[in-house]
C-alpha cells in the first residue's frame, strides 16, 4: 500500500510564490507518474501538472510559465513550485500517483493524498 503525503500549502498575497511537496511513504519502489490537481470551492476537480517516469513533463495551460514540477526518485517526492501566484489559483491541491515499480514489475494504482490548502489573497 502507497501513502500519499502533500504539504506546503498556505496562504501567500498575489504574486508571491508557495512550494508544495508530494511524499509516498514505503520503501523498494519507484514512482511511475506523478500528477497533481487542484479544486476550488464549488468547482470540479482540475488537472495541474504531471511528470511522467521518464521525466515528461506537461502543464496545463492556466500554470504554464508560473509553474514547475520536479521529482527526486530516491526521495519518492514530487514538488511544485509555484510563482506568481493569483487569487484564481486559490484551491485545495492534490498530488495523485499512477501506480509504482517494484522489484522491476510495474503496479498500477490510483493513490491520491489528503491534499493541501492553498490561499492566494489579493
Known amino acids: 500500500q502507497v501513502q500519499v503525503v502533500e504539504s506546503g500549502g498556505g496562504l501567500v498575497q498575489a504574486g508571491g510564490s508557495l512550494g508544495l511537496s508530494c511524499a509516498a511513504s514505503g520503501s523498494g519502489f519507484r514512482l511511475n507518474a506523478v500528477a497533481w490537481y487542484r479544486q476550488a470551492p464549488e468547482k470540479k476537480r482540475e488537472f495541474v501538472a504531471i511528470?511522467?517516469?521518464?521525466?515528461?513533463?506537461n502543464y496545463a495551460n492556466s500554470v504554464k510559465g508560473r509553474f514547475t514540477i520536479s521529482r527526486d526518485n530516491a526521495k519518492n517526492t514530487v514538488y511544485l513550485q509555484m510563482n506568481n501566484l493569483k487569487p484564481a489559483d486559490t484551491a485545495v491541491y492534490y498530488c495523485n500517483v499512477g501506480g509504482i515499480y517494484k522489484s522491476g514489475d510495474f503496479y498500477s494504482g490510483d493513490y491520491w493524498g489528503q491534499g493541501t490548502q492553498v490561499t492566494v489573497s489579493s
Open positions: 511528470i511522467g517516469g521518464d521525466g515528461s513533463i
